[in-house]
């Protein structure tokens, strides 16, 4: 059965990094992909404390590249959140198996491997450079999701 992506979560474990930093990177490049700028973005993680703020070193090196997350607030990735989803990317194939857990309705995998690049994003420390390079990742990953739906603007519902 294949089905329209409407709403995609990116999923890190305390959603204070990565996964926000992933779903900025989206919303920026989506703006020039006429298909998918009705596709809805969040963040959430396995492990985080709601309405803590985005690390300063993920604030500082999203702001290198003109992107914004200051206002970002931590939320708990929770079954009900879940299965609002259409599809859920997490940054490795453990958080995967976690989030399967909690969704089993709703297509779940690994950033990489959703991407055709497969391989862990790591946590950073709170540093900069750490950020940064993380960002990076993230950038080349999320454009060859962005890339994979836009091309086929339906994907397979398992």
């Known amino acids: 059965m294949m089905s329209a992506v ?3 979560f990116f999923v890190c474990s305390g959603n204070a990094v990565r996964s926000p ?27 985080a404390t709601d309405g803590e703020c985005a690390w300063d070193g993920a604030i500082r090196a999203m702001e290198k590249i003109g992107l914004d997350i200051e206002e970002h607030r931590t939320r708990l990735l929770t079954p ?8 859920i990317l997490t940054m490795d194939r453990e958080q995967a198996r976690t989030v399967h857990g909690l ?4 297509e779940v995998a690994a950033l990489g491997d959703y991407a055709g690049i497969p391989g ?28 994979r739906l836009d091309a086929n603007g339906r994907r397979r519902r398992q």
Do not use: Y
């Open 6 to 8: 409407n709403r995609i």
């Open 21 to 47: 930093m992933a779903a900025a990177i989206f919303r920026s490049l989506v703006e020039k992909r006429p298909k998918l700028r009705h596709v809805k973005i969040g963040s959430a993680g396995i492990h």
């Open 80 to 87: 009900n959140l879940a299965a609002s989803c259409d599809l």
């Open 103 to 106: 969704a089993d309705r709703v």
């Open 120 to 147: 862990e994003v790591a946590a950073p420390s709170d540093s900069l450079e750490e950020c940064a390079a993380c960002r990076d990742h993230l950038r080349q990953l999320v454009a060859a999701v962005i890339r």
